[in-house]
């Protein structure tokens, strides 16, 4: 049986994740910041990425426990619809925290669990509005995370290639989702049926290729 741990388990993305994965009969664990309210059919961590101390803790609980696939999925918007005139620096510098570092943190501190399982991979949730061939405007925060995850996870990739471990970016698509809103082009359950087709498909070969959940790529 495969194992899961993915972040931001309580809502959107996150949740459906573990729906999908736990029905199909992986050995799901769900982390978020207060999973006793979560409500999640699955075994859950508490879990802030944003707080060192709580990836320690969570990393303590695992022990060297094997991790399939270590999803790094929480993220934050903190500036959608805002202008130029309306940034909120300190807002920014959350994302940063959330969408870049902590991924990173956490990918750092259980790569050894994931080096002592089978499939050997970390999923990195990005976006193609970190696409700079695209063309971007605005969402100067949300952008300019998700772009530096998408640097931080190639320079990560050749330091966890010779523990087997390969890292997969990927864009789930415009989610009709809290974030996402309403007016987006697909459904939850179809993201997460698209990126899970991507995963068990990835390669070595693949890592570090920025892969649409339909398993198209973009422009860095």
């Not at 944003?50 to 270590?70: F, H, K, N, Q, Y």
């Not at 966890?160 to 809290?178: E, F, S």
């Amino acid at each position: 049986m495969p194992s899961l741990l993915v972040t931001g388990a309580n809502r959107g993305i996150g949740r459906e994740i573990v729906r999908q994965c736990a029905a199909d009969g992986w050995d799901v664990i769900g982390a978020c910041r207060n999973p006793a309210e979560a409500g999640l059919d699955c075994e859950t961590m508490a879990l802030d990425v944003a707080d060192a101390g709580s990836v320690e803790t969570l990393a303590e609980t695992l022990g060297d426990r094997p991790i399939d696939l270590l999803w790094n999925n929480a993220g934050i918007y903190p500036d959608k619809g805002l202008g130029l005139d309306q940034l909120d620096y300190g807002d920014w510098l959350a994302a940063m925290n959330v969408n870049v570092l902590a991924p990173i943190r956490l990918a750092s501190r259980l790569r050894q669990n994931v080096a002592a399982s089978d499939k050997k991979l970390m999923a990195f949730t990005s976006s193609v509005m970190a696409s700079i061939g695209r063309d971007p405007s605005g969402a100067y925060a949300y952008r300019s995370s998700k772009a530096a995850l998408n640097m931080a996870v190639t320079c990560l990739k050749p330091d966890v290639r010779p523990l087997g471990i390969a890292c997969a970016l990927i864009h789930p698509g415009w989610v009709r989702t809290d974030m996402g809103g309403g007016e987006a082009d697909i459904d939850v359950e179809d993201s997460v049926a698209g990126m899970r087709r991507v995963l068990n498909g990835f390669t070595m070969d693949q890592s570090g290729q920025f892969l649409s959940y339909d398993g198209s790529t973009f422009p860095w």
